[in-house]
């Protein structure tokens, strides 16, 4: 109890089940690319970044504390996946597919090792600038960071979920040049959009942060 500041030990309470909230969005949104869904795939991301702003920002409002925010933001990941799939999400061991588990570890090994790689350096420079320049310019970095990241990233997953469908339908007709043209058309359609939003998100953010 005490290797940690109070600070940190209420944040690693809130971040624990916001990880497996987290997850089980992605899952669930991977399943909706799976199965070449993608206009659905985007309402769901639309969704979740929608609930994200108002309970952050009702969180933000209420209880000045940014673990309340932190929390909200993942009760909205968790919300917008119950949402699109109304099963819920069942605790019985007997549900339990090892088989599917064991399909994911292997799959999933390399990419666990990239996301936590990526989670460190996503930190690290928070904690750089905290030293250098002190909690105020973290937030103001953090918000044009978001703002920037999330407006992208909303445009991008719902035009990369239908582009990724047609390519791997064309993948599966075996004809190459097919292959490639659909390629190229992706990587069009996505550099055309994404460049644009890109400019204009990084050139607002730190305005309205």
Not at 26 to 45: D, G, I, K, Q, T
Not at 111 to 131: K, N, Q
Not at 170 to 177: K, L, S, T, Y
């Amino acid at each position: 109890s005490g290797l940690l500041a109070d600070e940190y030990r209420g944040l690693l309470w809130v971040s624990l089940p916001g990880c497996w909230a987290f997850a089980w969005f992605e899952l669930a949104s991977r399943v909706e690319v799976a199965r070449f869904r993608p206009v659905r795939y985007f309402w769901m991301n639309l969704t979740r970044n929608m609930l994200i702003l108002a309970l952050a920002a009702g969180a933000a409002w209420i209880f000045h504390a940014p673990l309340w925010v932190l929390g909200a933001t993942y009760l909205a990941m968790l919300l917008a996946a119950l949402a699109f799939h109304p099963g819920g999400i069942g605790l019985s061991p007997r549900l339990f597919d090892r088989g599917v588990a064991r399909q994911l570890i292997v799959f999933g090994w390399a990419m666990a090792i990239v996301r936590a790689t990526g989670g460190v350096s996503f930190a690290l420079d928070r904690m750089l600038l905290e030293s250098l320049a002190g909690r105020d310019a973290v937030g103001y970095y953090t918000v044009a960071y978001s703002l920037a990241q999330t407006t992208i990233m909303v445009i991008g997953s719902g035009i990369g979920s239908a582009t990724y469908s047609l390519a791997v339908r064309a993948v599966e007709g075996g004809d190459r040049a097919a292959i490639r043209a659909q390629l190229a058309r992706n990587c069009g359609l996505l550099f055309g959009l994404l460049l644009p939003a890109a400019i204009g998100a990084a050139m607002v953010a730190p305005a309205i942060a």
